[in-house]
Nanobody, 131 residues
Framework: QVRVTETGGGSVRAGDSLTLSCAVS????????MAWFRQTPKKEREFVAA????????GYGDSVKGRFTISRDNADSTMTLQMDSLNPEDAAVYFC????????????????????????WGQGTQVTVTV
């Protein structure tokens, strides 16, 4: 059974930074493409960032480019999302998602922003940003 667990959510002030982490069990981590999505009660689930199985390629949603950084450590089976310059519009429940990925050069080039591409999801972690 695959288990995806997010940690690191919390309440911060506008302009602050926060780091989210995601751990996966039940799958070989390096055989997974990973991503972060976020959702608020008023919006549909939104793509935030994604990273290929080796970490060689990343992609970001327009609203977070230049402020958020996604990274992974396959040796530790963890992925992180470093969030800088947070603003109230970043407040949401953040979900970690994983997709089975072959360890090929071609697969390493693929960054999917579509949530339907991801097979496994965490329960989400709340991020609150106050002014």
């Amino acid at each position: 059974q695959v288990r995806v667990t997010e940690t690191g959510g919390g309440s911060v002030r506008a302009g602050d930074s926060l780091t989210l982490s995601c751990a996966v069990s039940g799958r070989t981590f390096s055989h997974l493409a990973m991503a972060w999505f976020r959702q608020t009660p008023k919006k549909e689930r939104e793509f935030v960032a994604a990273i290929s199985w080796s970490g060689a390629n990343t992609g970001y949603g327009d609203s977070v480019k230049g402020r958020f950084t996604i990274s992974r450590d396959n040796a530790d089976s963890t992925m992180t999302l470093q969030m800088d310059s947070l603003n109230p519009e970043d407040a949401a429940v953040y979900f970690c998602a994983a997709a089975d990925s072959p360890q090929t050069v071609m697969a390493d080039l693929v960054i999917s922003i579509d949530q339907s591409a991801y097979d496994y999801w965490g329960q989400g972690t709340q991020v609150t940003v106050t002014v």
